[in-house]
């Protein structure tokens, strides 16, 4: 049984810039979370998506959104990156609220 | 104070020892708990998942959770170099928001 696939894996982008990162959810799985993860902060929620709709979201500003298809397969945007956002970008794939949840390997953003 | 209070370490242990891994917590909604063991340049990898209180084992792994205290732990028994990762406690109110402790860096020398 495939795992949590996030593309790509390392990003570089000059801030001002925008970047969408990619999140396939294990198999059956329909909800899918997101989570910044810094040496500063730790791990914290950006947002949870189940079946296309947006269920929950953390305190992170408006220029970090998401979206979720119809084959649960989700994507995160980050727009007019700032230097603050470089981080460890994780997705987590569960079958639905109150289940285990599993990550994905991360995305690597890096911001210059 | 912060939601989930976990000591950063780091830990050192020998090989074949027990290692105790513990975290805090204030929010007294949560009612979900889990443990996630972090190797670096990877993502979080499973280990635990429990509901309310009471204990849980699996293999060398047990993990206790005491909500009258807001207090979780996880045992590793019989530790192996390869258990050396970084262990970070989880915990949700039932939304799939998890928050999570700061991580537990731990190394087992052989």
Redesign the interface.
């Given at each position: 049984k495939a795992g949590?696939t996030?593309t790509p894996r390392y990003l570089i982008k000059t801030r001002g810039q925008q970047v969408t990162l990619s999140c396939s959810p294990i198999s059956g799985h329909r909800?899918v979370?997101w989570?910044q993860q810094t040496p500063g902060q730790?791990?914290?929620?950006l947002f949870?998506y189940?079946s296309e709709t947006q269920?929950?979201k953390?305190n992170f500003p408006g220029r970090f959104s998401g979206r979720q298809f119809s084959n649960s397969r989700s994507e995160m945007n980050v727009s007019t990156l700032e230097l603050g956002d470089s981080a460890l970008y994780?997705c987590?794939s569960?079958r639905d609220?109150?289940t285990?949840?599993?990550?994905?390997?991360?995305t690597r953003l890096t911001v210059v | 104070q912060k939601e989930v209070e976990q000591d950063p370490g780091p830990l050192s242990v020998p090989e074949g020892a027990i290692v105790s891994l513990n975290c805090t917590y204030s929010n007294s909604a949560f009612q979900?708990f889990?443990w996630?063991r972090q190797y670096s340049r990877?993502?979080?990898?499973?280990l635990m998942?429990t509901?309310s209180s009471g204990n849980k084992e699996d293999g060398r792994f047990t993990a206790q959770v005491d909500k009258s205290s807001k207090y979780i732990s996880l045992f590793i028994r019989d530790s192996q170099p390869s258990d050396s990762a970084t262990y970070?406690c989880?915990m949700s109110a039932?939304?799939?928001?998890?928050?999570?402790?700061?991580?537990t860096r731990l190394t087992v020398k052989p």
């Amino acid at each position: 049984k495939a795992g949590v696939t996030q593309t790509p894996r390392y990003l570089i982008k000059t801030r001002g810039q925008q970047v969408t990162l990619s999140c396939s959810p294990i198999s059956g799985h329909r909800s899918v979370s997101w989570y910044q993860q810094t040496p500063g902060q730790g791990l914290q929620f950006l947002f949870e998506y189940f079946s296309e709709t947006q269920r929950n979201k953390g305190n992170f500003p408006g220029r970090f959104s998401g979206r979720q298809f119809s084959n649960s397969r989700s994507e995160m945007n980050v727009s007019t990156l700032e230097l603050g956002d470089s981080a460890l970008y994780l997705c987590a794939s569960s079958r639905d609220v109150n289940t285990e949840a599993f990550f994905g390997q991360g995305t690597r953003l890096t911001v210059v | 104070q912060k939601e989930v209070e976990q000591d950063p370490g780091p830990l050192s242990v020998p090989e074949g020892a027990i290692v105790s891994l513990n975290c805090t917590y204030s929010n007294s909604a949560f009612q979900y708990f889990m443990w996630y063991r972090q190797y670096s340049r990877k993502g979080p990898e499973l280990l635990m998942y429990t509901y309310s209180s009471g204990n849980k084992e699996d293999g060398r792994f047990t993990a206790q959770v005491d909500k009258s205290s807001k207090y979780i732990s996880l045992f590793i028994r019989d530790s192996q170099p390869s258990d050396s990762a970084t262990y970070l406690c989880a915990m949700s109110a039932g939304n799939n928001d998890m928050r999570f402790g700061a991580g537990t860096r731990l190394t087992v020398k052989p």
